[in-house]
């Protein structure tokens, strides 16, 4: 019974704390939606711990918990990895910034001394 | 291509080298006089813009420090938005002899890309243990991939033209290694021509070479995962 308080707490926390953070737009909706629908999965399972047993026993895993464990770390993974394609992305965008930033810049000083050699013949 | 200082831009990428670049300048307009010099400031905490602008160079100057491969494909970037038919990359250090350049130049008429090598016969650069068997190993796998010999792949000295410059300023690796090796491997793989000329080397005026075994087994390394990532690369 502890444990189910435990558990509960958690996934009703995880839900608040993503819709505050979805409600203030410091979250893309892309990832909040993504987070609200994982906190919507887990929280069911955090009152009745033993709901995936009935499926772990059906492919051979010994416990639910263990398979809940096991799709938590992939499910983690995955999105680890899309976080670092998503940084490399915005890492190659904002180089192409910078480098546009410093073309334009050396324009802007080009332009000026031919303005200032106009002014003063 | 003649080798006229015509629509060539030489392209120096320079972090910090307020000490050296002046010199580096004067020496290039010596050789080649009225050809354009692009300084690429890779955002230097010293003057090294004041200084090659007053030396008579054209400065880019980037926001903040993107490493030798973004600077150079910023220099690209600039060759193509002003019409330059022919750009040559060298460093800002002093290491790379601007006498070279004409006969780069002139033997782009047969080829796209031209990498100033050593160990092909000019001068007596050493190195030694695993920076060696990088070395090694880089120019017998781009030597296969390019079918051309090719004896210095990490050489930063280099000239081309026309097209390849365009592909360069959209494409130019800008990770470690990924500047000298996939560059070639790129070239390559698009059709275009690669061929080398012999040159020499001079100590360089500013910093120090790294050359602890560790720093060298760690080269190796990464030559390998940049060999491999430029090989499978789409």
């Known amino acids: 019974m502890r444990l189910i308080f435990v558990t509960a707490t958690t996934g009703l926390i995880m839900l608040v704390g993503i819709f505050e953070l979805l409600r203030r737009r410091q979250l893309r909706e892309k990832y909040g939606a993504l987070w609200l629908l994982v906190a919507l999965a887990v929280l069911p399972l955090s009152f009745v711990p033993t709901l995936l047993d009935g499926l772990s026993s059906f492919l051979g895993i010994a416990s639910g918990l263990s398979l809940f464990l096991f799709l938590s770390i992939a499910f983690l993974l995955a999105v680890a990895a899309h976080l670092s394609w998503e940084s490399s992305r915005l890492e190659e965008e904002t180089r192409s910034l910078s480098e546009e930033i410093a073309l334009l810049r050396a324009d802007v000083a080009e332009l000026q001394e031919l303005r200032e050699g106009a002014k003063t013949p | ?234």
């Open chain 2, 1 to 234: 291509m003649t080798a006229t200082a015509d629509r060539t831009l030489t392209i120096l990428p320079a972090w910090n080298e307020a000490e050296s670049i002046a010199a580096v300048i004067k020496e290039l307009q010596h050789e080649i006089p009225g050809m354009d010099i692009l300084v690429v400031d890779d955002c230097s905490g010293d003057a090294t813009a004041l200084v090659a602008r007053e030396a008579g160079a054209k400065v880019v100057r980037l926001p903040y420090n993107l490493g030798v491969g973004g600077a150079r494909r910023l220099g690209y970037r600039y060759a193509v938005e002003h019409g330059y038919e022919v750009a040559v990359q060298m460093d800002a250090d002093g290491q790379h002899d601007p006498r070279y350049i004409r006969d780069m130049v002139l033997a782009l008429n047969t080829a796209d890309l031209v990498i100033g090598a050593r160990f092909a016969g000019e001068g007596e650069y050493q190195v030694r243990g695993p920076r060696q068997w990088a070395m090694k190993l880089l120019s017998k796998a781009l030597s296969a991939i390019a079918r051309t010999r090719l004896t210095d792949t990490t050489s930063g000295f280099r000239a081309c033209r026309g097209e390849l410059i365009n592909f360069y300023s959209r494409n130019f690796p800008v990770e470690y290694l990924g500047d000298t090796v996939d560059t070639i491997v790129q070239a390559r793989r698009s059709g275009y021509v690669i061929r080398q000329v012999p040159v020499s080397m001079r100590p360089r005026q500013g910093g120090t070479p790294s050359a602890s075994p560790v720093k060298s087994m760690i080269y190796l390394l990464r030559s390998g995962l940049a060999l491999l990532l430029a090989l499978v690369r789409r």
